[in-house]
């Protein structure tokens, strides 16, 4: 896990908006289609798990690429929603981990991103219609299973956004969501010591023009409570400086009595996975296995 999960474009925008001088380069920033030069990525073959190649189709015709880990007598598959500007490959270590648990799990790029086609990008709102075309499959292929989501950063807002429409996600972990963007990018101006007012306004509106949705239309803090009673658990670095936790802690407040949060004491954005990897799949797993029952009769090695 390493770039996807911070949202650098937030930053890098508010800094373009003011030395390049220019509020169409800031919003493209966050919006726009962007993919590195030499896109030079390790898959399942690296860290040695057997997958399927799976390709399937947005709401809106965008084609999406994932990976799919199979565990024949798994009762849950578990999808892992990557960062802003990431890809799934930056999720071999969860992913894997969680397979490795005994789970069935499906990682898959986001539009515009890794194996992915082009298509409209955004903050978190376009994306929700990859990650709903993502449980579509995941039914598809196992109707028998429980269906879990876990997700980074902008793919946490993802999959909380789309869970409060859809009960077919049984059960989310949340690693460092927002409750609004327009906090994100708030608190990135402010991290830079520039002026919120009127560069984010601004860029909201240049963002609505050129990429169709606005700012306000991205509030996980609005839908939260559509979660309950569902099993949610949020984690967050102590020390984020993209999200501040406290973010994550008014979604938790919203969710209520059936969410957790746990806090990385000194993690930065998204780092809690890096400071334990082995306890962090153990958090993970064990929560799923609490939430949805164990996740099959049979140990897995």
């Known amino acids: 896990m390493g770039r996807g999960y911070v949202i650098s474009a937030a930053v890098g925008a508010i ?7 220019g509020i169409e380069v800031a919003a493209r920033a966050i919006s726009g289609p962007r993919r590195p030069a030499l896109d030079y990525r390790f898959t399942p073959f690296e860290v040695g798990v057997p997958s399927d190649d799976v390709e399937f189709h947005a709401a809106d015709g965008t084609r999406i690429a994932g990976w799919w880990l199979e565990r ?5 598959v578990v999808i892992v929603c990557h960062g802003h500007r990431g890809s799934k490959a930056d999720m071999l270590g969860i992913g894997p981990g969680l397979w490795r648990a005994g789970n069935s799990v499906l990682m898959f790029d986001f539009r515009g991103n890794g194996d992915s086609g082009d298509g409209p990008q955004s903050l978190a709102h376009y994306e929700q219609e990859d990650l709903a075309a993502a449980v579509d499959l995941v039914v598809s292929r196992r109707p028998d299973a429980d269906v879990a989501a876990l ?21 989310l972990v949340l690693d460092s969501p927002f409750s609004e963007m327009n906090e994100v990018v708030t608190a990135a101006a402010r ?13 909201d509106r240049r963002t609505r023009l050129r990429y169709g949705y606005r700012f306000h239309d991205v509030r996980p803090i609005d839908v939260a409570d559509r979660l309950a009673p569902r099993p949610v658990l949020f984690l967050h670095g102590g020390a984020d400086r993209t ?43 064990g929560f799923l296995d609490e939430a949805l029952g164990p996740v099959s009769r049979r140990p897995y090695s």
């Open 72 to 76: 024949p007598d798994s009762s849950r």
């Open 15 to 21: 800094t373009a908006g003011v030395i390049g001088g």
């Open 243 to 285: 999200i501040p936790p406290v973010q994550s802690l008014h979604l938790h407040e919203r969710v209520g009595p059936s969410s957790r949060r746990v806090v990385f004491p000194g993690a930065d954005h998204c780092g809690g996975y890096f400071q334990d990897r082995a306890g962090y799949i153990s958090l993970v797993a």
């Open 191 to 203: 991290r830079m010591r520039l002026p919120p007012f009127p560069l984010v306004p601004l860029v």
């Open 151 to 171: 997700g980074f950063s902008m793919g946490a807002a993802v999959a909380l956004l789309t869970a409060a429409d859809d009960p077919r996600i049984a059960a």
